[in-house]
């Protein structure tokens, strides 16, 4: 069991040396309000003199105070057999010739002997960070002391809790004083003292106060009633120390202060332990062995000892596990690069089959949030070109006059006996352009993922780019470089497609059933013409009617009046008008869906294999042909400071880690129990 404080000790060195707080070590932290006797019951358990004294706030930095006890000098001198005794203080220190020393982190290999030299040691650290007027600041001092009068202990010393700034102090010291106290307490693996003079009332006690609020079922609180000696004549803190006013889980004990009195008139830390025990006897012989700061070192010590050994397994596991995560982390940073040309090309390499496989939909970091990749191109071939395509109306934007008109302007001066096929041509010509524009927007839309596959995998897949920035951008920029060469050529085919179909009307297409039917109307029709008579009759109606409606008109918007008399500027049309409109609309509708079923098919075809798959099989000759140059590949692989930081800062950790946990393993089950 006495090897445990030294165990939290050490751990608590290996950890400082890294400046981390990832593990929460067991440790005693004082808390107390200003004047209410911290500083006094810290230097009893010590024995010595050593924190500053004044008025008002004091101690103004957290003090992390180690005390180990150690032999005595003329012990550990002792050499038996020309071997030391045992691993002693002496051995870490070789040379201290003294009784009684102390060490700072800060100062290093440096010894204080005289522990006034400590107390300035201790204000001279506190100005530097806190200013000589007053100001507080969270960052620890971290002191040792190492005497044969002392037992193991881990103790904290905090600023004083305060009401009212005064000096340098901010408006709100208060709360600063208070999350700084709580944010120690708040360790669930601390103990709590709380000191409250006996000359107060106990019911308004700051350090209860703040104790409850870490430690609400109180299993980490023990009470400290000091200045036992200055109660007002007629009154006892009996009631209190028996937790009849107050009940504290892990007890109360009382202490008596030295006096403002005896520290100017320099009397002794032992004169004052003895009118201690005799105050004792004589106020509170009941409870004198259950009183006083030696009775509070050895309860200190044993609940810290029983603290340690109960958080001792979760430190462990906690150990293990953070051991485990940064080793994770540090192999995601790599090593530091030594075959610059080797390291390249694996980077090179790894970056396009992530890209690749992306697209295949193999990649080993698959989305679950959003489609990706291949999966997305599918979706936009599929449904949102598929879908656009079938949304378009054969004939939107065609009206009846519009077919009219054309039909008549490819007659020229002779009034037509058939629906000429000049006229279907260039209306369904006109239909097939609207293909063009949903198609290059299709090509964008790929070529937009295949920008998004980028950041995908520099982001996701290859994590060794961001250890190298340059690498990352020059990847980057060759890649959309490419994309950028590939993106007119694939525009310009699916173009000559739309072109393609323009080209050549082919009414002989084996899926172009109509025109056959329309052609034995046209051929019935035609016998009705040469039978003569009504028909001849019905279009001489017809071609008067529309002489009459202004239809021969160049223009559709208003008809030219031949006449003195107004004539209307619409009519309706008459039956080998509506005819003639029906047949001209039924043969765009069945070519043009021919056309768009086409056009369906081979836009994607076309974006795979001028877009796609020719960057999927140029990607790497790419990369290597513009990134593996002798004369860029230092450039390219310097890592980012973040990375080169970060890295040491885990293995530190990590090492750090693998100490804590070789010093727990040296601890045998049985000092556990």
């Not at 409850?212 to 109660?231: F, I, N, Q, Y």
Request: charged fraction near 25%; include cysteine.
């Amino acid at each position: 069991m006495e090897t445990l404080i030294p165990t939290i000790n050490r751990l608590q060195e290996v950890f400082l040396t890294v400046g981390a707080e990832v593990i929460q070590l067991p440790q005693i932290v004082v808390v107390g309000s200003q004047s209410s006797g911290k500083s006094s019951v810290l230097e009893s358990l010590v024995g010595r003199d050593f924190l500053p004294r004044g008025s008002g706030i004091v101690t103004r930095r957290p003090l992390v105070l180690q005390l180990i006890n150690v032999p005595h000098m003329k012990e550990r001198l002792k050499v038996e057999n020309g071997n030391e005794v045992k691993q002693t203080a002496q051995n870490i220190y070789p040379g201290v010739k003294a009784e009684e020393w102390g060490t700072f982190l800060h100062c290093k290999n440096q010894i204080f002997s005289d522990f006034n030299e400590i107390r300035r040691e201790i204000e001279s650290e506190t100005d530097r960070t806190s200013g000589e007027n007053k100001g507080i600041s969270p960052e620890p001092i971290y002191l040792k002391i190492f005497s044969p009068k002392v037992l193991n202990l881990t103790l904290v010393d905090l600023p004083g809790i305060t009401k009212v700034p005064v000096g340098d102090q901010p408006e709100d010291i208060e709360t600063q004083v208070q999350e700084m106290i709580l944010s120690f307490i708040g360790n669930p693996n601390s103990l709590i003292l709380a000191v409250s003079p006996a000359n107060s009332d106990l019911a308004t006690s700051d350090a209860l106060k703040l104790a409850r609020e870490a430690d609400p079922d109180g299993r980490r609180t023990l009470l400290v009633v000091s200045k036992l000696d200055l109660m007002d004549a007629g009154t006892d803190a009996l009631e209190v120390l028996l937790g009849r006013v107050i009940p504290v889980r892990l007890g109360i004990i009382g202490v008596v202060n030295r006096s403002q009195h005896d520290i100017n008139t320099q009397k002794s830390l032992e004169d004052s332990l003895k009118d201690e025990h005799a105050f004792l006897q004589r106020h509170y012989p009941s409870l004198a062995s259950r009183a006083g700061s030696r009775y509070l070192a050895k309860t200190l010590s044993r609940l810290l000892m029983h603290h340690i050994r109960d958080c001792l397994p979760e430190l462990k596991t906690r150990v293990t596990v953070l051991s485990a995560q940064y080793q994770t982390q540090l192999n995601s940073y790599g090593q530091p690069v030594e075959d610059y040309s080797a390291t390249l090309l694996q980077i090179v390499t790894k970056f396009a089959s992530d890209y690749c496989n992306t697209i295949e939909g193999t990649a080993r970091y698959i989305q679950t949030t959003e489609l990706c990749g291949g999966a997305r191109m599918c979706y936009i071939f599929h449904e949102t070109f598929g879908r656009t395509l079938q949304s378009i109306d054969p004939l939107g934007g065609l009206t009846e006059l519009d077919i009219l008109t054309a039909i008549r302007n490819a007659t020229g001066p002779r009034p037509a006996l058939f629906v000429p096929e000049v006229s279907f041509e260039l209306l369904v010509k006109r239909q097939i352009k609207r293909l063009e524009e949903p198609s290059l927007r299709c090509v964008e839309l790929v070529h937009e993922e295949l920008q998004r596959i980028i950041q995908h995998c520099t982001s996701f897949s290859t994590q060794e780019l961001l250890r190298f920035p340059k690498l990352h951008d020059s990847i980057v920029e060759v890649v959309t470089g490419l994309l950028r060469k590939r993106l007119p050529i694939t525009n310009e085919m699916v173009h000559n497609l739309v072109a393609i179909e323009l080209a050549y009307i082919n009414t002989k297409h084996p899926d172009f059933t109509d025109a056959a039917q329309v052609s034995a109307s046209v051929n019935s029709q035609q016998t009705e013409v040469l039978d003569g008579g009504k028909h001849w009759k019905n279009e001489k109606v017809g071609v008067d009617k529309a002489l009459a409606g202004g239809f021969g008109s160049p223009s559709k918007a208003q008809a030219v009046n031949l006449l003195d008399t107004s004539v209307p500027t619409s009519r309706k049309l008459s039956a080998r008008e509506q005819r003639d409109c029906e047949v001209i609309q039924r043969l765009i509708k069945s070519y043009f869906l021919i056309v768009r079923k086409s056009i369906q098919d081979s836009v994607p075809k076309t974006v795979m294999h001028f877009l796609v798959n020719f960057v999927k099989e140029h990607l790497q000759s790419e990369l290597v042909g513009q990134l593996y140059k002798q004369s860029l590949l230092q450039e390219l692989l310097i890592e980012s400071q973040d990375t080169a930081q970060q890295r040491t800062e885990v293995a530190q950790m990590l090492e750090a880690l693998k100490k804590a946990n070789n010093i727990i393993s040296e601890i045998r089950e049985t000092h556990l129990w």
